[in-house]
């Protein structure tokens, strides 16, 4: 329900509360948000419980598309979706520093197995860095 809200969110709206309702009547309030979320809760346990022994088996059914489309949304998330893209172990495209993607064998380019015919072999020399006024190397096939 509330996996939107983070700690810092929470932190500043108890800071707003202690300065709207003051210190005198910040317990008072506190404890009357929890009697309500409580019963807010109850009612919500009660009702699907409710439509859980009226629709008997029907309801496992009618559960089932709306759990896959609960999924279906947090794929479609772009956060979710770029994370998950990154934490793959077959799609390592951070850069470790050298300008190829580390491919887990520590050397700064895929190794032999992995390495397909667009990897570009690794340069002998070193890269250094640019002096001032000189232009970048261009590629044509990257742009």
Do not use: C
């Amino acid at each position: 329900m509330f996996e939107s809200i983070g700690w810092s969110e929470i932190l500043v709206l108890l800071i707003a509360a202690l300065f709207i309702l003051g210190p005198e009547r910040l317990p008072e309030a506190a404890s009357w948000l929890g009697r309500n979320m409580r019963k807010l809760r109850e009612y919500a346990t009660g009702a699907r419980q409710q439509l859980k022994s009226e629709m008997g088996t029907d309801f496992e059914e009618f559960r089932k598309p709306i759990e896959d489309l609960r999924e279906l949304r947090n794929n479609l998330n772009p956060r979710q979706a770029v994370r998950t893209f990154f934490e793959d172990e077959d799609h390592d495209y951070r850069s470790n520093g050298n300008g190829y993607a580390s491919q887990g064998n520590g050397t700064g380019y895929a190794s032999p197995s992995t390495a397909s015919d667009s990897t570009p072999p690794p340069s002998s020399a070193p890269q250094r860095p640019l002096s001032y006024g000189e232009r970048p190397p261009f590629d044509p096939d990257a742009t």
